[in-house]
């Protein structure tokens, strides 16, 4: 009895062809074998593609496709290995993140004051957002006005004397964002304060261009790389 529930169980795991309206099925799962393929390595600047290529290596450019798949990576690879159109992935290009300025956040305000002054390219208008927080301290903040679009911040200046603050939206900055070998995109940004009772108001930005400093980032590597390697297909 035992014998033959185990090969009825044999039986039923053989898969069967089956066709249906002129197409074929199987009634078990197919997997493929896959010929092994070169293992990638990572590097982390454009630079190293630069690099890459002037390798003494037999690395033929005409058969090399260059995928840029987000601001933030990139792949190399060979030409067809088989029939089945599969290629080696040679190498993969990862930017190193570290700690990003955090959008859609509110930061204390002595942190954002640090935050906007490491992680966004310098400008007038970072200068002009530091200018109206930064020298906030929780003894000037009186009170802060906001209609929507801008903010007027109250601040006590000496004893009596008191003097409006307006903080402008949206700004237009540049964060830290791609590679550095290209240009950062722009973008355009909500910027907000708010009351803390017994402190300092709280800061953020908020994202107000729908991603679409991600499509100008990824053009910005594309026309690098075409200038520095022009016999590469490039795919943005």
Request: glycine letters at 4%; proline letters at 6%.
């Amino acid at each position: 009895m035992i014998k033959e529930a185990i090969n009825r169980i044999l039986e039923l795991s053989i898969g069967q062809r089956v066709t249906i309206d002129n197409r074929d099925y199987s009634t078990n799962r197919l997997f493929e074998i896959i010929p092994p393929t070169v293992k990638p390595f990572t590097i982390h600047t454009l630079t190293g593609i630069i690099d890459y290529f002037s390798s003494p290596e037999d690395v033929k450019k005409e058969e090399t496709l260059l995928h840029i798949e987000t601001p933030t990576t990139l792949a190399v690879f060979g030409p067809y290995t088989d029939q089945w159109k599969q290629r080696d992935r040679f190498l993969d290009i990862e930017l190193i993140k570290g700690n990003p300025f955090r959008f859609n956040y509110w930061y204390e305000h002595e942190q954002f004051v640090i935050e906007m002054q490491a992680k966004f390219i310098q400008d007038e208008t970072t200068k002009l957002i530091l200018s109206r927080v930064g020298n906030i301290t929780d003894q000037h903040v009186k009170n802060i006005a906001d209609d929507g679009i801008s903010q007027d911040i109250t601040v006590r200046k000496g004893i009596t004397q008191e003097a409006n603050t307006k903080v402008p939206n949206p700004v237009t900055l540049n964060p830290y964002r791609t590679f550095p070998e290209v240009e950062q995109p722009s973008s355009n940004f909500i910027f907000r304060l708010r009351s803390v009772d017994g402190g300092l108001p709280q800061c953020a930005l908020f994202d107000a261009d729908g991603g679409q400093w991600q499509l100008e980032a990824i053009q910005n590597i594309k026309e690098w790389l075409e200038e520095k390697l022009p016999e590469v297909a490039i795919i943005a």
